[in-house]
C-alpha cells in the first residue's frame, strides 16, 4: 500500500508496481488541500478573470476568450482533440506510473481541480484499469499531451484499457469495477493533459532497470575477470579511496569481495602477466563513472516526481492564479540522455570482454570456447550479436534533448523530445541486458572449465544459480533460448538476491 499524505517519494516507492497491481491511499489531510485549492479557482472563476485555458483558448488560441456557456465543452474538445498518439500502447508498468504521478502531481493542491478527479485516478490504480496509451506523439512541451490525453479519455469513459487482461472500452471497464465516468469542468482537461508525467514514468522505469544493472554488471565482470586469470589485486578498496569518485569504490569493493578466496584467482599468483586490458582492469571506473551518472540522475528525477507540473497554478497562500513553465520537460529530457550514454557505456565494454574471452585463455579455455574448434564454431556468434547490439546503442544514444522543432503555431518554440529520450533509454537497457546475459553465459562456461578449482565466495554462488537455469552444455547448439532465458536471469533481482545473501553490493 503506497500512502499519498504529502510526503517526499523515491523511485523506490514504483517498483512494485511495474509487475504488478498495487493499492494506493490517499490520506484526508490531502483531500482538504486538494478540496481548498478547487474552492479557491471556483471563485476566481465566479469573478469572470482571464484564466489561461480556462476562459481561454490554448497555445497560439489563447487570444480567443471562451464564452461561458462553451468552458466545459472547451475542457472535453481539449482532451479529444489531443488524443493524437500513435504506436504501441506503453507497457502497463509504466502506465501504472503515470497514473501515480498524476495523482501525486495533484495531491500537492495547485491545480484547482476537484477531489473526483484525484479519486477515480485512485480507483483506476487501485482496480488496476490502465488506460492504452500510444507510445509516440509527444515533444515534452507544454507536458505529455498526446499520451497525457489518452489517459485523460479513460476518465470520462472514452478510449480504451487493459482490465483484468483483456483490452476492452474505458466505459465498459468502469461500469465492471462500479465506477463512474467524470465530467471535465473547468481547467481539469487542461490539467489532466498537462505535465511531465509521461516523460517521468520512463526515466523511473530506466532508473529502476539501471539500479539493478549496476550490481549485475559488477557480478558478471568479475565472473570473467576470473575466467580470464587477470589480477584481483588492482580492485583492491585502499587503491580506488584515491580516486574522490563513490561509483568508482563502491565498484571495485564488489569485484574485491566477489573474488574473495577463488581458487582460480589463486591458480595463477605467481605468473608473469603484468597488466590486463582497460575492460577488465578498469571496470571501476567505466561501471564505475555510469554509477555516478546514475545518482546523479536519481536525484534529479526524484526532484521531479516531488515536483508541481501543471500550468495555470493556484497558490493556495495568496490565492493567486499564477502561470509558467512547470510543464516542460527539459530536465527530464536530458537526464533521460544522461543514462542513455551511462547505460550505453556498460554494454560497451561487457562485449570487450565477451570478445577477448573468445581468443582463448591459456590451456583451459579453447579459442570461442568451443569443445573442437573448426568442428565446433563455439560461442563465436555471442559475440557478433552482442557487437552488433553495442552499435545500436551507439546511434540510440545520441542525446534527444539537443533536438527541438517548434510547435503550436511558434508558442511552443523550444521543446524537449523527453519521451523519446526516455524510450530510446529503455531500448539501449534492453540490449545492455542482452549484452550482459551473453557475457554471463560466456564467463560461467569458462568458470566450469577450471573445475575442480572453485571460484570466488561470491562468483561460485552466481554461477551454482545460473546452473540451476541453464545447464552447461559443451557442443554447438542453437543459442537463441539460452540467451533468453539468461536475459531473465540478468533482469530479474534474484540473481543479486542469491549473492547478496554472501557479498553485499553497492
Not at 12 to 17: L, W
Not at 44 to 66: C, P
Not at 297 to 326: C, F, M, Q, W, Y
Amino acid at each position: 500500500m503506497l500512502k499519498i499524505h504529502g510526503q517526499s517519494y523515491t523511485i523506490d516507492d514504483f517498483q512494485p508496481f511495474i509487475e504488478k497491481r498495487g493499492k494506493l491511499q490517499v490520506t484526508s489531510e490531502v483531500k482538504s488541500k486538494i478540496v481548498h485549492s478547487h474552492n479557491l479557482l471556483t471563485k476566481l472563476i465566479d469573478s469572470d478573470e482571464t484564466i489561461y485555458g480556462l476562459n481561454t483558448g490554448f497555445g497560439a488560441l489563447s487570444k480567443y476568450r471562451i464564452p461561458k456557456d462553451d468552458r466545459l465543452l472547451l475542457q472535453l474538445n481539449l482532451v479529444r482533440s489531443h488524443a493524437t498518439g500513435v504506436g504501441n500502447p506503453l507497457e502497463t508498468g509504466i502506465t501504472r506510473f503515470i497514473l501515480i504521478l498524476k495523482l501525486i502531481n495533484f495531491c500537492h493542491g495547485y491545480s484547482g481541480i476537484r477531489w473526483e478527479v484525484v479519486q477515480l485516478i485512485r480507483d483506476l490504480i487501485n482496480h488496476d484499469i490502465l488506460p492504452l496509451i500510444p507510445s509516440k506523439g509527444s515533444v515534452g512541451a507544454s507536458g505529455d499531451l498526446a499520451p497525457l490525453a489518452h489517459m485523460a479519455l479513460t476518465l470520462i469513459g472514452e478510449g480504451e484499457v487493459h482490465f483484468s487482461d483483456r483490452i476492452l472500452p474505458s466505459i465498459v471497464a468502469l461500469k465492471e469495477a462500479g465506477l463512474e465516468p467524470i465530467v471535465l469542468q473547468q481547467k481539469e482537461g487542461l490539467s489532466l493533459v498537462n505535465g511531465t508525467q509521461v516523460s517521468t514514468a520512463l526515466a523511473i522505469c530506466g532508473l529502476l532497470r539501471l539500479q539493478n544493472i549496476l550490481k549485475v554488471a559488477d557480478i558478471i565482470g568479475a565472473m570473467s575477470v576470473e575466467s580470464c586469470l587477470f589480477s584481483r589485486l588492482v580492485f583492491r578498496p585502499k587503491i580506488h579511496r584515491l580516486k574522490k569518485h563513490p561509483g568508482q569504490l563502491q565498484s571495485a569493493t564488489n569485484v574485491w569481495e566477489l573474488l574473495a578466496k577463488s581458487e582460480i584467482v589463486a591458480s595463477h599468483r605467481d605468473c608473469d602477466h603484468v597488466q590486463d586490458p582497460y575492460s577488465f582492469r578498469c571496470i571501476p571506473h567505466i561501471h564505475g563513472a555510469s554509477r555516478e551518472l546514475f545518482t546523479g540522475a536519481k536525484r534529479i528525477i526524484e526532484n521531479e516526481i516531488n515536483s508541481v507540473s501543471d500550468n495555470p497554478l493556484i497558490l493556495p497562500e495568496t490565492g493567486e492564479v499564477v502561470t509558467s513553465g512547470h510543464f516542460h520537460a527539459e530536465v527530464v529530457a536530458q537526464t533521460s540522455d544522461t543514462l542513455s550514454i551511462a547505460a550505453s557505456e556498460m554494454g560497451a565494454v561487457s562485449e570487450r570482454r565477451i570478445a577477448r574471452m573468445m581468443e582463448g585463455i591459456g590451456d583451459n579455455i579453447p579459442i570461442f570456447l568451443a569443445e573442437t574448434p573448426g568442428i565446433d564454431s563455439g560461442y563465436m556468434m555471442l559475440q557478433v550479436t552482442a557487437a552488433s547490439l553495442v552499435s545500436e546503442n551507439k546511434t540510440l544514444s545520441h542525446p534527444a534533448s539537443v533536438d527541438s522543432l517548434p510547435t503550436s503555431a511558434g508558442k511552443e518554440d523550444f521543446v524537449s523530445m523527453s519521451t523519446w529520450a526516455g524510450r530510446k533509454l529503455l531500448k539501449i537497457l534492453e540490449n545492455v541486458e542482452i549484452i550482459l546475459a551473453i557475457e554471463l553465459i560466456v564467463s560461467c562456461h569458462a568458470l566450469d572449465l577450471y573445475k575442480p578449482l572453485k571460484p570466488g565466495i561470491g562468483t561460485k554462488i552466481a554461477r551454482n544459480y545460473i546452473r540451476r537455469h541453464i545447464k552447461f552444455a559443451k557442443n554447438d547448439r542453437i543459442l537463441t533460448h539460452e540467451i533468453e532465458q539468461a536475459v531473465d536471469l540478468v533482469k530479474g533481482r534474484r540473481l543479486v538476491q542469491a549473492v547478496e545473501r554472501v557479498v553485499k553490493l553497492f
